[in-house]
């Protein structure tokens, strides 16, 4: 682990993110495992919320799939773990409110959760099975080339 990544794992333990993530975790009946940069892998998650198919509690990612599975799509990985670091950076829990703004924001402006939400943009959304519908055209309204 990277000085950086050991940093986070200590954050998250601290501010409660991660302790609320193995709460979680076992309350689901999840298989726990190690994973990767001080990450914790939580296999076999059955509740109906979140609806997608992983979500990160500090630096627990939950997945739906079975063990063995959670885990081996890194680019999935990497999108769980850009949340793992937020949660640290917005001191933990708080996370879990603004992250509930920025849903509701992107709802209200895409008709999605995921689409024009903050969090969802800077841990990379097609990664996340996210779609990207924040086009904008080239230049204002009245000087854009129309084909």
């Known amino acids: 682990m990277t000085p950086a990544q050991r940093l986070r794992q200590i954050a998250n333990v601290v501010n409660l993110s991660t302790p609320l993530g193995l709460a979680v975790a076992a309350a689901s009946g999840t298989t726990l495992s190690r ?8 296999a076999g998650y ?7 198919g ?10 739906r ?11 999935l990985l990497g999108h769980e773990e850009r949340h793992s670091t937020q949660y640290a950076y917005c001191l933990g829990l708080p996370f879990l ?12 402006r895409s ?5 024009k939400n903050f969090f969802e ?8 099975g996210y779609i990207d519908t924040h086009n904008r055209p ?4 009245g000087q854009r080339n129309e084909a």
């Open 35 to 42: 994973g990767p940069r001080g990450l914790l892998i939580a």
């Open 46 to 52: 059955g509740w109906k919320l979140p609806h997608a």
């Open 54 to 63: 992983a979500f990160t509690l500090g630096n627990v990612i939950l997945y």
């Open 65 to 75: 799939t079975p063990h063995g599975v959670a885990g081996t799509n890194t680019v």
């Open 97 to 108: 409110a603004l992250y509930g703004v920025a849903a509701g924001w992107s709802m209200l």
């Open 111 to 115: 008709g999605n959760p995921g689409s």
């Open 121 to 128: 943009r800077q841990a990379g959304l097609a990664a996340g």
């Open 138 to 141: 080239d230049g204002p309204v």
